[in-house]
């Protein structure tokens, strides 16, 4: 099979398409014939080698995937079944999805909610999940639509553009923060009702600014949460599901005992099945048909480490597709 394969040589990370040995795929009881993957941020940062994520080599980066089984010992999933799947450290411990098949434990597998098929799956992938759990989590903090307003930072990326399209489309009035002035048309197609630049969440901040946010989404971490925090009203969540600006947080007790500011975690990872499919049910209600057509951009699996490299250097806006079959 073709995979692109990563190896480490004299501490550099080497990314290369290769053909591979099925008999090398990991253990597992379903073997996945793999027809879309994507390129997230955990992804970009494996293949690049700028991040610390992979552990052991050679490995399989892709931290989801959709296909359809090609052989299955789990009762639950039978031969030509369409799936997908996201986290579970696949692509990060175990060969994960930019290669022709996967072999992957059936307790990782999602079947493929009814209305909706690979291509469009992997558009939403783990950066839509993701979306979808923060919303859900604003929901589950009392965030409503009549609440005021949702501020999404990062919002050209994966997970910031699919909130503000699950957001709009639930009612939600939503404020993006983003870096780049020539997202801002993308941005306001998704259903941003105003843009933010990032600088004015990127400098020092007091512990208590002027109230103005019902609830949040952050992407960023460090500074950028340390300043939203500030400025979220009083009785307010903020899903904090990433950490590209940094994991540190450089602020005060203040926000959460002062304002009764709820901040809750949001890991896509190991979130349980249950949760899992409740959200994926909620995505292809909730999106609208646009979104699957404004946020993506396609590759084939041999471009897939420069699509990488471009995410990196934030040239990407939305979802990164990869073409595998």
């Given amino acids: 099979m073709q995979a692109l394969l990563l190896e480490q040589s004299e501490g550099k990370t080497l990314a290369t398409v290769k053909t591979v040995s099925r008999d090398l795929l990991p253990p597992g009881n379903v073997t996945v014939d793999i027809s879309w993957s994507g390129i997230n941020y955990k992804d970009a940062l494996a293949i690049t080698g700028k991040g610390k994520i992979i552990r052991n080599f050679p ?11 090609h052989h299955s010992e789990d009762p639950r999933f039978h031969t030509g079944q369409a799936v997908l799947l996201t986290g579970w450290g696949v692509g990060e411990q175990h060969w994960g999805g930019l290669a022709e098949q996967a072999r992957v434990n059936g307790d990782w597998l999602v079947a493929m909610p009814e209305g909706l098929d690979a291509r469009r799956a992997m558009i939403i992938g783990t950066a839509g999940f993701t979306a979808m759990l923060c919303v859900m989590a604003l929901e589950e903090g009392g965030v409503t639509a009549d609440s005021g307003e949702v501020l999404v930072t990062g919002a050209s990326g994966g997970v910031g553009s699919t909130a503000i399209a699950l957001l709009s489309a639930l009612g939600y009035r939503v404020v993006a ?6 997202t801002h048309d993308y941005l306001r197609q998704l259903g941003a009702s105003e843009i933010l630049p990032r600088s004015a969440f990127n400098g020092e901040t007091r512990p208590l600014e002027k109230q103005r946010w019902a609830g949040a989404i952050d992407t960023a971490g460090d500074r950028v949460l340390a300043s939203v925090l500030a400025q979220m009203n009083y009785n307010s969540t903020v899903a904090a599901c990433g950490l590209a600006g940094g994991f540190s947080l450089p602020t005060t007790v203040m926000p959460f005992i002062l304002r009764n500011v709820r901040l809750q975690g949001v890991d896509s990872v190991m979130t349980p099945a249950a949760r899992r499919s409740e959200a994926w049910k909620r995505l292809l209600k909730i999106l609208p048909a646009s979104f699957y057509q404004q946020a993506t ?3 084939p699996l041999a471009d897939a480490a420069d699509a990488a490299a471009r995410l990196l250097n934030n040239d990407v806006t939305g979802r990164t597709l990869v073409k595998i079959a």
């Fill in 59 to 69: 490995m399989v980066p892709g931290i989801d995937f959709a296909g359809t089984v």
């Fill in 177 to 182: 923060v983003s870096g780049r002035e020539s």
């Fill in 297 to 299: 951009r396609e590759v």
